[in-house]
């Protein structure tokens, strides 16, 4: 797979239209990296002149902020926005959420001012570009449910390019009670991916994986790689992982389109 | 001797608004303790907002049987000033139903039916309210916060409003001149017939007692509204104009912290330098929050504002998977904090005194502050636009940069952060890994 690099940009005198920002979890995370390299194929398809920083690219700094490091959160904007203005960045996609805010909301004031974009408005810009097409046979009927991230829904309010994404692929769309502005965290944010929860008497991502099988799903639509681990683990957890799948929904429209 | 009424009512009136006032500078005094935070941008946005989710209630309905009561409760209390201030002018001049020979027999008897009409609404409402509050099995009504004066606060306020409501009605009951002009009275021409048997005499001091109680009820009702969650009625205005109005994701990036970072990442600047001449001794700033004073003022406005509903933690995902936090609990602590700061401010002449306790730790503990997903759920449901999260959230901060005290996870995330760029134990140079595999 053809993943260009800034550096690589830059050596031969190309600014790329998009910078995909990988994030954290998208490079390591094995499930996550999955999720990349599906953006990726669609990327390609589209012939969307694109590069990421590799390993110039550092965490975002949103765990650290939300976990209440101030410090270390403006270290590593200061640390990335200088790499990102060096390179005269303009246009940024991400697969994450969390990395989408921090990006889009924090960095503006210290010095980072970009275009940013979930990767669903991205592909959502690319079909109304006509750049894109979704083949709309492949799920054609599938029962899917999507589950909103905290930080694309209630954070920035977008609702409906994933949605919209979704409808596109033939399935059958059903929502959770708790839906758009009203969702349920999966538990993940706000650093809590990176701890033990504090005691209760449920995980919260066991009672979002409820919510959702309420609605009979065959596949668990996400769009944030930590909703898509907290959600997987949900489904083991209820020993549901025969019958429903957790997929990003550039997975969808990968598998879709036979990428 | 015959002005005596009219003097003991003045006499009232001015004890009773002026004992409002006094209790309304205390609360402003309170809410300038927080530290300042600028909210006068974007003002037609603000009104706006005020607008639809204060005065029109939009938030409220989103729950909407509760909203539809609410506003049955709200609007009764509006409207009804109007006859408050023919009660007002009364007393203070003798008169009797001023307005009706002012606005003429037919506009006072659409006024007073309306009037009518709505008290008895109301009542209705506020019966359900209770039953709701003390006998259904509504979980928010019955949590851990929701013991002793939270509880007796909420019953209290909805008896209050019984009372004055019935004694409305009991008023223009045996207001008998009132009954027989028939104009007016759809509600208490059903009543009236309760005092058939009465002589005249007894229904004149009847409705004298109705009337001179329901006045007194309705200044100690106002001045109930600085010790009870019912302020929101208030506060709800200027909270709602001054609420953040930018991505609820967006958190503020602390100045002091840019400055320090900046001073850290320039390779120029001497750490050891000395200030510059005629430079301020500044105390250094401290990061984060542990104490009500440093909180902002609107999250201080804030805490005076919860009117204690619970729709913030019966939405949030820690308190519905039995954690520890409920945002609730977060703004009536940093009241119930402030409310302690400003008993001592006052009891020390003007002057706080060190009194060993804070926020954190004495009312909030850091496993509540922990549990948080920072979520949104909890500002997204307040019906007044409350932020709870920016509280957790400026606490957080001070458990991290001035305690050290994250669980140690974090300080493992954090240490990864710093050390590789990700939150995980990999190596920076293997970032690209994800672009080979297949």
Known sequence: MTVPTMAEMMAQGKQPEVLFWVGAAGSYDDRAKKISRAFVKILHQANVDFAVLGTEESSTGDAAKRSGNEFLFQMQAMMNIEVLNGYEVKKIVTCDPHSFNTLKNEYPSLGGKYEVFHHTQFIQNLISEGRLKIDDTTLKGKRVTFHDPCYLGRANEVYESPRNLIKRLGVNLTEMKRNKSTALCCGAGGAQMFKEPEKGDKDINVLRTEDALETKPQIIATGCPYCNTMMTDGIKFKEKEAEVLVKDIAELIAEANNL | ?438
């Open chain 2, 1 to 438: 001797m015959q002005y005596l009424p009219n003097i003991i009512f003045a006499i009232a009136l001015l004890l009773g608004i002026g004992f409002f006032v006094m209790n309304i500078h205390k609360l402003s005094r309170n809410i300038k303790l927080g530290k300042d935070v600028d909210r006068t941008d974007r003002k037609p946005e603000r009104l706006k907002n005020m607008i639809k989710i204060a005065l029109g209630q939009s938030k409220m309905v989103k729950r909407p049987f509760s909203g539809f009561l609410h506003i049955v409760v709200y609007v009764g209390f509006i409207i009804i000033n109007i006859e408050v201030l023919e009660i007002i002018i009364d007393g203070l001049f003798g008169t009797h139903r001023i307005f009706q020979g002012v606005l003429g027999n037919g506009f006072y008897a659409f006024l007073i039916g309306t009037f009518e009409i709505l008290a008895a609404l109301v009542f209705v409402a506020v019966v359900i309210f209770w039953l709701r509050r003390n006998v259904s099995n509504i979980k928010r009504f019955f949590s851990k916060e929701m013991k002793g004066w939270p509880k007796n606060d909420g019953n209290n306020i909805l008896y209050f409003e019984m009372v004055l409501m019935t004694l409305f009605l009991v008023m223009n009951a045996t207001d008998t001149a009132f009954q027989q002009a028939g104009i007016g009275n759809p509600i208490s021409q059903f009543i009236a017939p309760l005092f058939d048997g009465f002589s005249a005499e007894t229904i004149h001091t009847i409705e004298r007692s109705a009337w001179w109680i329901h006045i007194l009820g309705i200044l100690v009702f106002l001045n109930y509204l600085y010790y009870s969650k019912h302020l929101h009625i208030l506060l709800a205005f200027p909270n709602t104009y001054l609420a953040n109005l930018n991505p609820k994701g967006q958190f503020n990036n602390l100045e002091s912290v840019t400055n320090e970072v900046k001073l850290m990442m320039d390779p120029d600047a001497d750490p050891y330098a000395a200030p510059a001449e005629g430079a301020e001794e500044t105390v250094p700033e401290k990061f984060g929050a542990s104490d009500v004073t440093d909180l902002n003022w609107v999250q201080l406005l804030n805490s005076y504002t919860c009117t204690e509903c619970g729709r913030c933690t019966s939405s949030c995902p820690a308190n519905l998977t039995g954690k520890e936090l409920s945002p609730r609990k977060i703004m009536m602590d940093t009241r119930d904090r402030l409310e302690e700061v400003g008993r001592n401010i006052d009891a020390n002449g003007g002057t706080f005194v060190d009194d060993g306790k804070q926020l954190l730790n004495d009312y909030i503990k850091p496993e509540e502050l922990w549990a948080c997903t920072s979520c949104n759920a909890c500002v997204e449901e307040c019906p007044v636009n409350i932020d709870p999260l920016s509280i957790i959230m400026d606490m957080r901060r001070y458990l991290v940069m001035e305690e050290s005290a994250a669980p140690q996870e974090l300080n493992m995330m954090m240490t990864n952060i710093e050390n590789n760029g990700a939150p995980w134990q990999y190596n920076q140079q293997d970032r690209l890994n994800w672009a080979k595999e297949d």
